[in-house]
């Protein structure tokens, strides 16, 4: 009897599916996408309604082959990729690799890998929907489209290895407008008074100065403020009024993607990639026991809300036992969706609730406890009872001028004995803490015991973090739950911007390249155009509007920028990018240009005036010529043909170059001691007894290369690990970062498909 083949995304979900369906199911993963376009070619024909020409993915020759011995003779195929459009392209693909007569193909959707819900979807297969394949494969398109018409133009015009993106470019503008925002800003001065006052009961308290005459007052300089600090000597403060209320607060809602990373980087200090990485290993099973993996939370990619109501009453009946009745709301809380929620998937909440995380501590690494943690405590808050918090608001007069007071207490903690929020922790830190007032009545005169100005200055408009640009992309439309991760990854690797202080600010070259897209690709670059996008693509999923028509709609006007920009957009390798400065020398325009080390100024008069200089921006964004450091004699000479090494500085910081140039042309780090960095792992080549060390290409890229070069010739971009591989035994793994998977290990050897993420 033929065993049906159920077919997954990763490999690891395969023990855990196996465990719950038994001996009666084989179960094979395509080990994320197995078809996809070409890498060296564009793989659309435009032509023919955007058809895309997908091929096999090069290295999944094994992957292809096992799921081919695995179906062997099934007659059903239950395609259970993840469940959303990436997964539905995945389970499109695999059902044209296994396509036979007589073979029935269904679909299930795992929303959680638990017993009841694998079972479940098992009982109910599903049909392939093509509309969310069409919304993908149109994504897919629109991505191609523009990354490899835009990026080799950038390569042409600016650099090699620079990459444009419908979503990431966008991006990189949010970024950058940012920092010119915080650059023109001027700030503007103002004054506080604060006075300082005590009851009949302790504790004094402070109360600041809020009206003059029942009008809001504005206090712009020393010279206003001391001429108040004047009028309010000898005044009486009378308690005026006294306001009480409560305030009902009520718990956030279950996590969503975009939810679950802002609270992972802001209160677990984790990346985006590294929150979504756990999060997905959460959800394909963890060990819980010898053979017993368990999937412990729900899908973690979604922008809905939604709950189970049986999940939600589980979550009642854990209050209860653990809170109390007094924290248990009566019936579940159900919370509404964003307008632009999908709503495919439920919100991201544990599988099983009884799974607290104290009794998961022993079976979790120390970051999936803590992301583990964070997950349960929101979803089980969720539907506790709301916060009481008692407000009381003082309003005192002093003559013409009013002052304010306020204070709260906690009157009941409800959801937040389980969950506070970052704003909750901040004030309970002693941030924004509003203080506990004495008691007070009305018609109470008070003890003045200090008025305190104090100046201040409007600051700037905040920077981005990982978690605010997040925000920033969801609430614009900007991309979707599956794509923040690699967004952030990519802007940072193609060094668009770099992350200071946790807070993201744009390079010279994210500048460069944004003020070019933005003259030349207005729309490619704009949010509204771009979310727009993302709005199409949510109606062919739909089945409101078919995808050729949307890629027509788009590629008509692009075409038209792409060939305008071919011929005006500004080369920074030839005429270069005006600066509105002028050469000291020669009294030319200086540009900006890009050479092999990096960006620098010259002139505009080359080759008749021979002008250069590195530079630098100012706070203000204005630039600043570097003069050059003269060259230091370095106590070393050079191995090549003996002439003294001297200090230069390049892009990448100092290094030493040998002072005979061009004639000699070597270099070595400052710190090599005349030779390249090892990183104490051996070359792994045959009968090589070389060390592996680390090496910098012409450009400047970092790569792994044997000392014994060039004896013998082993290189490879990806950072060497001194592991032996678990499946095939080769003698080192190599750590790899991709914009699709993040970053994981893979084997040494092209013929091994060993991969593990990180």
């Known amino acids: 009897m033929t065993k049906p083949l159920v077919v997954v995304e990763s490999p690891t979900k395969v023990k855990t599916i196996k465990k719950y369906l038994g001996q009666d199911y084989n179960v094979a993963a395509t080990v994320g ?15 023919n309604g955007f058809k895309p020409q997908y091929k096999n993915i090069p290295g999944k020759q094994k992957v292809i082959k096992a799921l081919k011995q695995a179906a062997a003779d099934a007659t059903d195929v239950y395609l259970a990729p993840d469940p959303d459009r990436e997964g539905e392209a995945i389970a499109w693909h695999a059902s044209e690799i296994l396509k036979k007569r007589d073979r029935n193909f269904y679909r299930v959707l795992f929303h959680e890998l638990t017993r009841g819900a694998i079972l479940k979807a098992m009982a109910s297969p599903e049909s392939l929907d093509r509309p969310k394949y069409e919304a993908q494969q149109a994504r897919r398109i629109l991505d191609r489209l ?14 090699g290895g620079l990459s444009a993106g ?12 940012r920092e010119r925002a915080i650059q023109a800003f001027e700030p503007q001065e103002y004054w506080s008074i604060t006075a300082h006052l005590e009851g009949e009961s302790p504790p004094p308290f402070l109360a600041k100065l809020a009206k003059k005459n029942d009008t809001k007052i504005d206090i712009p300089n020393e010279e206003t403020a001391h001429s108040i600090l004047a009028r309010l000597e000898g005044e009486k403060f009378v308690v005026k009024k006294i306001a009480k209320k409560t305030i009902r607060k009520n718990p956030p809602p279950p996590f969503t993607t975009s939810k679950l ?15 979504m990485l756990i999060a997905q290993q959460l959800y394909e099973g963890i060990e819980l026991g010898p053979g017993e993996p368990v999937g412990l939370i729900t899908y973690m990619r979604t922008d809905s809300t939604r709950i189970a109501s049986e999940a939600a009453e589980e979550a009642l009946t854990v209050i209860r036992e653990k809170f109390g009745s007094d924290y248990a709301l009566d019936k579940p809380r159900y919370f509404k969706n964003q307008k632009k929620a999908q709503d495919a998937h439920e919100a991201i909440r544990p599988t099983v609730l009884r799974n607290t995380p104290d009794e998961m501590a022993p079976y979790l690494s120390t970051d999936q406890l803590a992301l583990y943690r964070l997950i349960w405590q929101r979803f089980v808050a969720s ?8 407000q009381v608001t003082v309003t005192i007069e002093a003559g013409p001028y009013t002052f304010s007071a306020s204070g709260s207490t906690v009157k009941f903690p409800g959801f937040m004995a389980l969950y506070k929020t970052v704003a909750d922790e901040d004030a309970e830190k002693g941030q924004n803490k509003k203080p506990i007032l004495p008691t007070l009545t009305e018609g109470m005169f008070l003890k003045l015991l200090q008025l305190e100005p104090k100046q201040h200055f409007t600051q700037p408009p905040p920077r981005f973090s990982e978690a605010s640009l997040v925000k920033e992309l969801e609430e614009n439309g900007i991309g979707r739950p599956s794509t923040y991760a690699s967004i952030l990854s990519t802007i940072r690797i193609k060094e668009y911007a770099n992350l200071q202080n946790r807070y993201f600010r744009p390079t010279e070259l994210g500048f460069i390249v944004n003020d070019l897209l933005v003259e030349n690709f207005p729309d490619i670059v704009d949010v509204e155009f771009t979310a727009r996008m993302e709005e199409n693509l949510d109606r062919v999923e739909s089945s409101e509007v078919e995808s050729a028509k949307i ?12 060939e305008t920009a071919s011929n005006d957009m ?15 020398d020669c009294g030319k325009p200086l540009h900006i240009k890009v050479g092999k080390n990096g960006h620098f100024l010259a002139c505009s008069g080359y080759p008749d005036c021979n002008y250069s200089r590195d530079y630098i921006r100012d706070e203000r964004g204005n630039i600043q010529p570097v003069d050059p450091i003269s060259e230091e004699l370095a106590d070393k000479v050079c191995e090549r043909c003996g002439s003294p090494m001297v200090v230069k500085r390049g892009r990448y910081g100092e290094f030493l170059a040998c002072s005979a140039y061009p004639d000699c042309k070597n270099t070595q780090s400052l710190n090599s001691n005349g030779a390249n960095q090892k990183i104490g792992i051996k070359c792994p080549e045959k009968n090589c007894d070389g060390e592996i060390v680390e090496r910098h290409s012409k450009r400047g890229k970092l790569f792994y290369g044997c000392s014994q070069f060039p004896k013998c010739e082993f290189a490879t971009w990806d950072k060497p690990i001194n592991k032996k591989c678990p499946q095939c035994d080769a003698p080192i793994l190599l750590e790899k970062t991709t914009k699709k998977e993040g970053t994981f290990l893979i084997c040494l050897s092209t013929e091994c498909d060993f991969k593990e993420p990180l």
């Not at 270069?576 to 002028?582: I, M, N, Q």
Request: proline residues 5%; positive net charge.
């Open 146 to 159: 523009v990354g490899y018409h835009i990026s080799p133009l950038l390569w042409r015009k600016v650099k």
């Open 551 to 562: 890629l027509s709609q788009f590629y008509g006007p692009f075409r038209k920028d792409l």
């Open 261 to 275: 990373q802002q609270d992972a980087i802001r209160k677990l200090r984790f990346s985006a990639k590294k929150a």
């Open 166 to 177: 419908r979503v990431q470019s966008v991006a990189v503008r949010i970024i950058c407008e």
């Open 383 to 390: 539907q506790m009872k709301q916060a009481l918090i008692h």
């Open 570 to 584: 500004l080369s920074l390798k030839g005429v270069g990018l005006p600066t509105g400065l002028d050469c000291p």
């Open 33 to 47: 996408h197995i078809k996809d376009l070409p890498n060296k070619e564009m793989g659309i024909d435009i032509d």
